[in-house]
């Protein structure tokens, strides 16, 4: 096998307006939260991160140069469709994914009663087992922006494989 490795980033800021009914999506996840996250697309900050890790390992740019926001179609768009086009790209290059190590840093709200949710759904888009997907989640203990609850950051790592020709 050879095998090469990516990393990705992302954060999106929270609304300030507080909703009663409010969520966010995670991993194509719906997640009850006092306050929306801004964003062109349905703001899935961890898929985001993960396209980006995903398109790193294979240098083939990030997921702003495949799927501009400045392009109407995109617009509110699922971000598990994008993530189901990265995959395709990846699989069409012979490569898979090992796996996925992801982190989401969140003041608010609590994502631990997700995490298994968010790890199954993943696996599901990504045609892996469940347990080649990991998402934890980690407070900041009230430090910077995400203590401050201004937003959530997600870190991936992913290692994709492909046989040797
Ligand atoms: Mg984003």
């Not at 469940?130 to 009230?142: M, P, R």
């Amino acid at each position: 096998m050879q095998y090469k490795i990516g990393n990705g980033y992302d954060v999106h800021a929270f609304a300030r307006e507080i909703k009663p009914d409010a969520c966010i999506t995670l991993a194509g996840v719906h997640i009850p939260s006092e306050r929306e996250l801004i964003a062109h697309s349905d703001g899935d900050v961890l898929i985001h991160a993960l396209c980006d890790a995903l398109l790193g390992a294979l240098a083939l740019g990030d997921i702003g140069k495949h799927f501009p926001d400045t392009d109407p179609q995109y617009k509110g768009i699922s971000s598990v469709l994008l993530l189901e086009k990265v995959s395709e790209l990846i699989m069409q290059k012979g490569w898979s994914l090992a796996n996925a190590d992801i982190t989401v840093l969140a003041q608010e709200p609590k994502l631990a009663p997700f995490r298994e949710a968010m790890c199954e759904h993943l696996a599901k888009v990504l045609q892996v087992n469940v347990d080649q997907v990991s998402v934890k989640a980690t407070t900041t203990e009230g430090l910077g922006y995400v203590g401050r609850k201004e937003g959530i950051a997600v870190y991936v790592v992913v290692l994709i494989e492909k046989p040797f020709d």
